[in-house]
């Protein structure tokens, strides 16, 4: 199977389309807001501040005004007086050039140099300086100011990236264009231009102003004037006041959709989304996977807010971010536990959607409840329900999925838990019987999610019908029930039915899951699932459906079909065309031109991606098995050969080597690459099987019957390593192991005709 771009803020995830029936009608994202037809331009900044004063007033002084600011002497945080920081032998000066802040460092050729400081990028806890680079790339140093201490700080201090490096400062993975702008000014266009690898990047204020958030303001001064001037008032249907955005039709879930726009993992689906159209048009969330959750969705790397608070059931009863944030200073509404209370108090309060859950009231704010001295940082509500990890090294983030706390968990899977971040030296069971001493036997410890997705990942017999039952389960938040169904994509005999009725799902981000899960159906339920979908109103699942699809030979698709499929796969390609600066989008393309047997720009993809990042391991991996497939087996060695020269310890491509070399008949040296994957990789049973029938075509017998052995206790629903088990004791003789072996293929594999007269044999041959 090709390989596709993983999730992360940089890569377009290779979304599998969403099946739904034909009869069935796909309702639009919750919560979305109406999309405003022409679109709507943007204006100054002036027009807004200049009418609304109270909320201009609010908002200069909040993180969103100064996310990025002209680098001078009012915005400028950090002591440029000749100040130096050292790290890792290079030393990095500060200073000032007349009215410019500059910067003394290494550069992109590793040798000192001198650059201007462009500008600020943030405000607190930290702040980062942009430098102009050539091809109009702006780059952040990784140097920063710690605000509060006063000091510069490295923000990778553990990471060896030298110049050259993508992680150095002046590598691809910092550029600003393409990591942070977007979210840091208004109005932003990337503008990329893949001849000349150059950015023309154009935005419209510097900073998160009040478009970011209300939408082009265009039609808003229209109508704003209009009405100063007593004319007749113009309407566009679908708006309110001429904004693209009417936060009080929206509700606390359409909120959430266009704060989400920034406040989240995801990748890009347009070049230049609009504020208050649905979000699956213009982004693709990601799901709860590693590394960017635990596996019980808790934050672990930087998710910035969105994912984890859809998995909360304030997210469920309509709470969105107003509610506790104030929306111009970016604040809490009130200090501690104030702003909890407003729901959480003995009396029921009518106004917050949640009042209508009967929890939601009682005397939370008490040590009946929380157990811990009245006005101590353990009394803090977001001590125990939003548990902070510090990111970029100072900054602490609370994690939004406002959960109970579940030491009990923690011991079971080996996540983190309110209890111990703060009590550092307990155990996760000291944990888990305070909290059983405290609550007794009604405490919360039903089975949770993450269990079962932890089984599933782990491989473990039985854990993907837990799955499926988690993705049929309404009750649960949509974001979960995707995960879920991403998870059932490597299990095509499981939960089919599930799968097959989320494509109908209400929600366009399970409907895009489920089309994930059933990418390997036979041809022609593949269609008959996918197909529907080409014309699916959210944009997310139509390419999704288009991606799915791709690799099936154009006559398996109906003629009646055929156009919407182009037209889809025509949306997909334009969704990788936006983020072709990063590996990810080249790798998207390159399966999807390799699917249609284009191969000669699967190529011209595979490699544009390697000359980004040679280390993108899932860009080198397809490009030897394209080769491979192509009878080019001295390039496909030469590929994964020059891969292992820059990181031997990658057990993929060992993996990957050894399996091409054992296709050569190059027994000896498909042996030592599998050797060193299944050194690499020891919890991956494949890696053990195929070293075992390396090393039984090489007569080390028993080191074979060692490597099959361990793929089966690694994985022992696999008939494979039965299989090769019996053949193994029956050459040497050994019939009693072999029917053994033979007795537990056919007890995985009931009623196949083959497995039964192979072992009818053994039986016979003893």
């Known amino acids: 199977m090709l390989l596709a771009a993983g999730v992360a803020a940089w890569m377009l995830r290779a979304a599998p389309p969403v099946p739904v029936s034909a009869d069935s009608a796909p309702a639009a994202a919750p919560g979305a807001v109406a999309v405003p037809r022409p679109p709507a331009d943007y204006v100054d900044n002036a027009s807004c501040v200049g009418c609304h004063a109270d909320a201009a007033r609010a ?77 109009g790339r702006l780059q952040p140093l990784q140097v920063a100011w710690d605000v509060p201490k006063r000091r510069w700080f490295h923000l990778l201090p553990d990471e060896k990236a030298p110049a ?19 979210c840091h000014v208004t109005g932003f266009e990337k503008r990329y231009d893949e001849k000349t690898d150059t950015f023309a990047s154009t935005w419209t204020e510097p900073n998160v102003s009040c478009q970011s958030c209300h939408g082009p303001g265009s039609r808003h001064v229209g109508w704003a004037r209009a009405k100063a001037e007593g004319k007749p008032v113009p309407a566009t249907p679908g708006e309110r006041l001429g904004l693209a955005v009417d936060f009080a039709a929206a ?20 070049a230049t989304p609009v504020p208050g159209q649905p979000r699956l048009d213009h982004y693709l969330p990601a799901l709860l996977a590693p590394p960017l959750y635990h596996v019980d969705g808790q934050q672990n790397d930087e998710v910035f807010v969105d994912g984890s608070y859809r998995q909360s059931r304030m997210y469920q009863a309509g709470v969105g971010c107003t509610h506790c944030h104030d929306a111009h200073t970016g604040k809490t509404k009130a200090e501690g536990n104030a702003v909890c209370t407003q729901c959480h108090a003995p009396a029921v309060n009518a106004a917050v959607p949640n009042a209508a859950f009967p929890k939601a009231a009682g005397s939370y704010d008490s040590p ?15 001590a125990c329900h939003m548990p902070p990890k510090v990111y970029m090294q100072i900054q602490a983030r609370p994690d939004h999925s406002l959960r109970v706390p579940r030491p009990d968990l923690s011991v079971k899977l080996g996540t983190p838990n309110a209890c111990t971040q703060c009590h550092t030296d307990r155990s996760a069971q000291w944990a888990a019987d305070r909290v059983a001493a405290w609550y007794g036997p009604n405490r919360r410890q039903e089975p949770h999610w993450g269990e079962a997705f932890s089984a599933a990942r782990a491989g473990r017999p039985g854990s993907a019908e837990a799955v499926a039952r988690i993705a049929a389960d309404r009750a649960q938040p949509g974001l979960v029930r995707a995960t879920a169904l991403d998870l059932l994509r490597g299990e095509p005999r499981t939960g089919d039915a599930i799968r097959v009725e989320a494509t109908r799902d209400p929600d366009p981000e399970v409907r895009a899951a489920a089309a ?4 390997a159906l036979p041809p022609a339920a593949r269609v008959n699932g996918l197909g529907p979908l080409l014309g699916d109103p959210v944009r997310a699942v139509r390419v999704a459906a288009a991606r799915a699809l791709s690799s099936l030979p154009r006559e398996r698709l109906d003629a009646a079909l055929r156009p919407a499929f182009e037209t889809s796969l025509a949306e997909y390609v334009a969704a990788q065309s936006v983020s072709l600066d990063m590996p990810g989008a080249r790798l998207n393309l390159a399966v999807v031109h390799q699917n249609g047997g284009r191969l000669d720009e699967a190529e011209r993809h595979y490699l544009a991606a390697l000359r980004i990042d040679p280390d993108f391991t899932p860009a080198r991996a397809n490009l030897s098995q394209m080769y491979n497939a192509a009878g080019r087996n001295a390039d496909a060695e030469r590929v994964l050969r020059e891969g292992l020269a820059r990181m031997p310890e990658l057990g993929e491509l060992q993996y990957s080597l050894g399996l091409l070399l054992a296709e050569a008949q190059r027994l000896p040296d498909a042996t030592r690459a599998l050797q060193q994957a299944a050194r690499l990789l020891p919890e991956r049973a494949k890696v053990h099987y195929n070293l075992g029938l390396a090393l039984q075509q090489g007569g080390q017998r028993k080191a074979a019957e060692a490597s099959l052995l361990q793929a089966q206790r690694l994985d022992p629903a696999d008939p494979q390593s039965a299989y090769a088990l019996a053949v193994l004791h029956a050459q040497d003789g050994r019939w009693d ?11 995985l594999s009931p009623g196949d005709p083959g497995v039964r007269q192979f072992v009818e044999r053994l039986r016979t041959r003893r």
């Open 59 to 135: 908002w200069r002084g909040s993180h969103h005004a100064n996310a990025m600011a002209p680098a001078d002497a009012a915005n400028v945080r950090a002591d440029f007086d000749g100040t130096t920081f050292r790290h890792r032998g290079a030393t990095t000066r500060f200073g000032k050039r007349d009215d410019r802040f500059v910067v003394r460092t290494d550069g992109p050729d590793g040798k000192p140099g001198e650059f201007d400081v462009a500008y600020t990028f943030g405000y607190a806890p930290l702040q980062q300086y942009l430098v102009p680079m050539p091809g």
């Open 164 to 182: 050259g490096d993508v992680l150095h400062w002046t590598g691809r993975y910092q550029t600003a264009n393409t990591m942070c702008l977007s």
């Open 251 to 270: 509700g606390g879930k359409g909120q959430v959709e266009v704060c989400a726009a920034c406040h989240s993992r995801r990748a890009e689906l347009t």
């Open 368 to 382: 009946a409840h929380h157990f811990h001295a009245s006005g101590s940082s353990g009394a803090q509500c977001a």
């Open 516 to 519: 994930d899960s059933l990418e």
């Open 737 to 747: 192991e072999a029917i053994k072996w033979g007795d537990t293929l056919q007890a």
